[in-house]
């Protein structure tokens, strides 16, 4: 069983700086189980330490985890990257996408009416999907949902397929092209996406911050 941490720890008024945020979307069916499971879990500890090495990032850039195996869980509510704690992640049953992507939408969606209600300013969330499998529940409501969000620009949405991915499944639920990850490089995928959002951090909100190529000869990422 997984502890889930609830929001809470973060006060605006102490740290009124204006916030990144973004949902990891974390596939832990059964198909996960062994180095893959271990090989994310090594990446969300990663994907910690680059954050909190950049005093700006740690205080501006909002960390959620939400997980789909058998159930979808919030296993990290909102928090920013100095206060964020990588769970240790156990892979179960079946894979509920549709689901959990209906859940990270409604959380990225909660979370700017807060901002807004303490006066924050905010930078277009993200939502970050990583899976190794296909949805096993209706998902084509919430693909609907996905591109109508990225139209609107009201999130950016990335799919990232680890091997034994659907990768046509999730050209239909992503606006953009989605990713393969190249091997077990989870570690090199964290390292990019806090590097990402350091960049972002550190731009004005509503700006276009251009990201590096994952998909380089030597990108962990491929299309």
Do not use: H
Request: aromatic share 8%; glycine share 8%; net charge negative.
């Amino acid at each position: 069983m997984i502890e889930q941490i609830p929001f809470g720890t973060d006060s605006f008024a102490e740290n009124p700086e204006p916030r990144v945020p973004c949902v990891l979307l974390l596939d832990v069916s059964s198909s996960m189980m062994g180095d893959k499971i271990a090989e994310l879990n090594s990446g969300l500890g990663v994907y910690k330490e680059e954050l909190v090495s950049d005093s700006l990032a740690s205080k501006r850039v909002e960390v959620a985890v939400v997980t789909f195996g058998g159930t979808v869980d919030v296993v990290v509510d909102f928090t920013t990257a100095e206060n964020f704690q990588a769970p240790v992640l156990e892979p179960n049953a079946d894979t509920p996408m549709g689901a959990a992507i209906n859940r990270a939408i409604e959380m990225v969606t909660d979370r700017k009416a807060t901002y807004r209600e303490n006066g924050i300013a905010f930078y277009r969330p993200w939502i970050f999907m990583i899976t190794d499998g296909a949805p096993t529940d209706e998902w084509r409501g919430a693909a609907e949902r996905v591109k109508s969000g990225e139209q609107s620009k009201a999130f950016s949405f990335f799919a990232v397929g680890v091997e034994g991915a659907d990768m046509s499944v999730l050209s239909q639920i992503a606006s953009r092209e989605p990713l393969r990850l190249r091997g077990l490089r989870f570690r090199d995928l964290f390292q990019w996406l806090s590097n990402s959002q350091q960049s972002v951090s550190r731009s004005t909100p509503g700006d276009d911050v251009p990201l590096s190529n994952p998909t380089t000869p030597d990108g962990w990422a491929s299309v």
